[in-house]
């Protein structure tokens, strides 16, 4: 698939982007509520990119969609942006063994990055998590986990992806906020059900 800039919104006139998100997003330490066979997944403070790199022998990124666009109504709250303040958003499938096991949607407030953020700039498919790990200038804000269902845009944008078979009950997810000299990136991961064929 090549990669094409697009507009990432959630307008009305698509039924997905209609909706709203309806999760609740808790601290990732409160593992309870958190699944069994994904707890490690959901809470590991380290690199994704290198979690799964280190359980599978190929290991790529597929880029979906980079560009301006709208941003969901609790990135925004997260981000401290008012709401249908527009951003740049990328959208990747990380792919062990050429399989889907995570979607990726990063968000960053400015449109056109600059400053802290400008590794963004012609990063391709590269995989992010390698440099935002590799910059210890570069500050990991705690994990958050939720679950999501069919009332949230980021649960449709998996799957239609092609990634997920049928319309699962719901999809775990995880996010994180990065600050670099204060300018923050929000970094949503969203498990797909072939994650269960890695090793935990």
Do not use: K
Not at 131 to 160: K, M, N, Q
């Amino acid at each position: 698939m090549t990669p094409h800039l697009a507009l990432i919104g959630y307008d009305a006139r698509h039924p997905m982007q209609a909706r709203r998100s309806s999760c609740r997003w808790r601290c990732a330490r409160s593992r309870a509520v958190l699944p069994s066979d994904l707890r490690l997944w959901l809470t590991d403070e380290g690199s994704l990119t290198a979690r799964i790199r280190a359980r599978c022998d190929d290991f790529s990124v597929r880029v979906l969609r980079q560009g301006a666009g709208a941003v969901l109504r609790d990135e925004c709250e997260v981000l401290g942006l008012r709401p249908g303040r527009r951003s740049l958003a990328r959208e990747v499938l990380l792919m062990a063994g050429g399989t889907p096991v995570v979607f990726a949607r990063t968000v960053l407030p400015q449109i056109h990055p600059r400053g802290a953020w400008q590794l963004l700039r012609g990063i391709g498919s590269r995989p992010l998590g390698a440099a935002l790990f590799s910059d210890p200038g570069i500050e990991r804000c705690p994990l958050a986990t939720a679950s999501l269902d069919w009332r949230d845009a980021r649960y449709h944008r998996a799957v239609e992806t092609g990634a997920v078979a049928g319309r699962p009950a719901r999809l775990w997810a995880r996010r994180s906020v990065f600050r670099q000299n204060g300018q923050p990136l929000l970094v949503t991961e969203v498990f797909l059900p072939a994650i269960s064929t890695l090793y935990r």
